[in-house]
């Protein structure tokens, strides 16, 4: 009789720890089944559709940054710092645009993880700090909107599929350049498609001005002027002065300018500032500056981007 329990609880014993493998290994499947593919971790959603064309099926796109959010001031939740420091790659934008943002990925980068600043590999211009001629029209920083310049896109798209061959354990290498030669051709599509665009646009109405400096690029790759900004700055955290929007509207004037482009998500509030600045009419037309909108919502992708501004600009510059 003690054999038979002496067996019995043998047995229960077995079983007791083949069951408490069974679970571990399953609870250590679950939480690190995303382990098992390699991650590329992006901070904005303009950047993020961009990489996700370029890595395809290839590995797990992760972007932190929500459809119609500002990079400006946007943030991270403790997930998501989280898996800045367990990604294979971080893809950011750099130069300053990811403001609460950046202290994360130089932690990322402190653990060891690989990280590419994308607007730095861009060639960056730097912008204005005044508006157009005026005492403080002096350059300023350097600008992080590097994708308003679709070639600089393609720049960075092949140097974002150089970093994933690189340091992205698994991949196929050979699909992912596929994927990037692909996606570049689209790009050139683009570029060739906005010169044709903007040939209509006359050489007396050339003339951009904006909520804040966000255009830079697209008017040095395009031939545009800026004349300046309501808010005087890279970014949207800061607050135009009176003395700034006295400045504009004298510059605004002189250049016979009466279309101003904002961000799709202020233009009303925008449009009777200036009105009550100018005293007159300001047509303030709506672009999507900064921020992917939800798929089906007018900007989902970084093509369907700039095919809506430079529709929308052109349009606006010619007319009457």
């Known amino acids: 009789m003690s054999v038979r329990v002496g067996a019995a609880r043998i047995r229960a014993a077995l079983v007791t720890l083949i069951s408490f493998f069974i679970v571990a290994g399953t609870a250590t499947g679950c939480a690190g089944g995303g382990d098992e593919r390699p991650r590329v971790v992006v901070t904005t959603n303009i950047l993020g559709d961009i990489t996700r064309e370029i890595v395809g099926d290839e590995a797990d796109v992760s972007v932190l940054m929500k459809p119609n959010a500002d990079p400006h001031s946007f943030g991270l939740s403790a997930v998501q710092a989280a898996e800045l420091e367990n990604a294979d790659l971080v893809v950011y934008n750099g130069l300053g645009l990811e403001e609460n943002v950046l202290r994360h990925v130089e932690a990322a980068r402190e653990s060891g ?116 900004a309501v808010i005087p700055s890279g970014t949207t955290l800061a607050s135009p002065s009176s003395s700034d929007l006295r400045s504009l509207t004298q510059a605004m004037e002189k250049a016979g300018v009466r279309t101003v482009f904002a961000d799709s998500s202020q233009p009303t509030k925008l449009a009777e500032v200036l009105r009550q600045e100018t005293g007159g009419d300001v047509d303030v037309v709506s672009l999507y500056s900064e921020s992917l909108t939800e798929k089906g919502k007018g900007a989902g992708t970084y093509l369907e981007m700039m095919r809506a501004n430079t529709s929308a600009m052109a349009e606006g510059l010619t007319g009457d």
Do not use: C, S
């Open 113 to 228: 993880v690989a990280t590419f600043a994308a607007g730095e590999a861009a060639d960056p211009l730097t912008f204005h700090t005044g508006q157009d001629g005026g005492p403080e029209d002096e350059a300023g920083e350097p600008d992080p909107h590097f994708w308003t310049d679709p070639d600089r896109v393609r720049k960075a798209a092949g140097l974002i599929a150089d970093q994933v061959t690189e340091h992205v354990n698994g991949v196929d290498d050979k699909a992912v350049r596929n994927n990037a030669a692909r996606y570049d051709g689209q790009l050139a599509d683009l570029t060739t498609w906005m010169e044709k665009t903007f040939a209509a646009v006359p050489e007396n109405r050339r003339a951009l001005v904006t909520n804040h400096h966000v255009f830079g690029y697209l008017a040095d790759r395009f031939g545009f002027r800026v004349i300046g």
